[in-house]
């Protein structure tokens, strides 16, 4: 999955291992189905600023998501509406902190990453249409 900042450029996210994990499960609850999804990914940084990349960094163990109720499983499929919004989907945050190590890093002096944080809603999980 891919995306754009403007401090960062194009950010990717690539998933490492997709094998099952055993703390990956879906369990039913008062509220519906509650989705936990436990994986190590790798995200890539086109650039820092105006340090060209690319920055690539690994998570130093799997990392955990989890999801809202969910209605239904497997969530909708993901649409994108004209105006740019999207439906469908889950939306899966993450409870706590994720490190990461680097992978690859450009030559050069380099800015202090080690305060770096990333914050948003969440990962919006979901199957494209067909």
């Known amino acids: 999955m891919a995306g754009n900042d403007p401090l960062l450029g194009k950010v990717t996210w690539r998933y490492v291992d997709v094998d099952a994990n ?8 008062p509220d519906g189905l509650t989705q936990t999804m436990v994986f190590p990914f790798e995200m890539t940084f086109e650039r820092y600023g105006d340090v060209a990349g690319p920055l690539a960094f690994r998570t130093r163990g799997p990392a955990t998501f989890i999801s809202g109720p969910l209605a239904q499983f497997p969530p909708p499929p993901l649409r994108t509406a004209p105006d740019g919004t999207v439906t469908g989907g889950a939306l899966l945050t993450a409870p706590q902190p994720i ?3 680097t992978t690859q ?3 050069g002096p380099l800015p202090d990453l080690s305060n770096l944080q990333m914050q948003g809603p969440g990962v919006l999980e979901g199957s494209a249409p067909r």
Do not use: D
């Not at 055993?22 to 609850?29: A, D, E, K, Q, W």
């Open 99 to 101: 490190s990461f190590t």
């Open 22 to 29: 055993p703390l990956s499960t879906l369990r039913l609850g």
């Open 105 to 107: 890093l450009p030559g």
